[in-house]
């Protein structure tokens, strides 16, 4: 489990999502979050790699900071509908615009995750399908009003007010939340038996 795998290593969340350290604490983890400050811009890149390489940048940025056995973890998410990438809404203008374009349709999330130990780098991808339900416009008003959208990839929250326009989900849920925790574990379970082989060879 990963609390055994990271048990008496430091552990840093380059990251200042709430929902990510969240995340962390729910699987037994007390991460120091030191966020990573890192221009995100939307480019012509496949979505899965923008979200990969904000990722890596993160880590690395903060990971050259540390001493080489702190673990570090950046981690970004993507949404996209369409093939256009929906980001944190500038306003509630364009958080009434998201959600208006994710109404009664699917779309994907990516989640880029990169984990920097010692000489080693890894980083990953996971992607979950979501179809929200037909939004009134009255629903749309009433939603943007929590304020929860304004600080959130896709202007929702699955995890929040947002999860009762949730009708399906296709894949990992913690990924639409911010982290895939399933990948996490693969990863670092990975990352320490190479480690191991090729120390130990």
């Not at 350290?21 to 811009?41: D, K, S």
Request: proline share 4%; aromatic share 10%; hydrophobic share 40%.
């Amino acid at each position: 489990m990963i609390h055994n795998l990271l048990i008496n290593k430091k552990v840093v969340l380059a990251s200042s999502s709430p929902r990510r350290l969240e995340l962390f604490r729910m699987i037994g983890l007390q991460p120091l979050v030191i966020p990573a400050q890192i221009n995100e811009p939307i480019n012509g890149d496949k979505p899965y790699l923008q979200a990969m390489n904000n990722a890596k940048n993160k880590a690395s940025i903060i990971a050259a900071q540390m001493d080489s056995e702190t673990i570090v973890v950046g981690a970004d998410t993507i949404v996209v509908l369409n093939n256009k990438i929906l980001g944190k809404p500038k306003n509630t203008f364009q958080a009434k615009e998201y959600l208006t374009l994710l109404s009664g349709k699917t779309h994907k999330v990516y989640t880029g995750v990169c984990i920097c130990w010692k000489t080693l780098q890894c980083t990953r991808y996971e992607r979950s399908l979501v179809e929200f339900a037909p939004l009134t416009e009255a629903d749309i008003d009433a939603y943007v009003a929590t304020g929860e959208p304004m600080d959130k990839a896709g202007a929702y929250g699955i995890q929040g007010y947002g999860s009762q326009f949730i009708k399906r989900i296709v894949g990992c849920y913690f990924n639409v939340m911010g982290f895939p925790i399933h990948l996490f574990y693969c990863m670092l379970s990975s990352m320490f038996e190479s480690y191991t082989l090729n120390n130990n060879g």
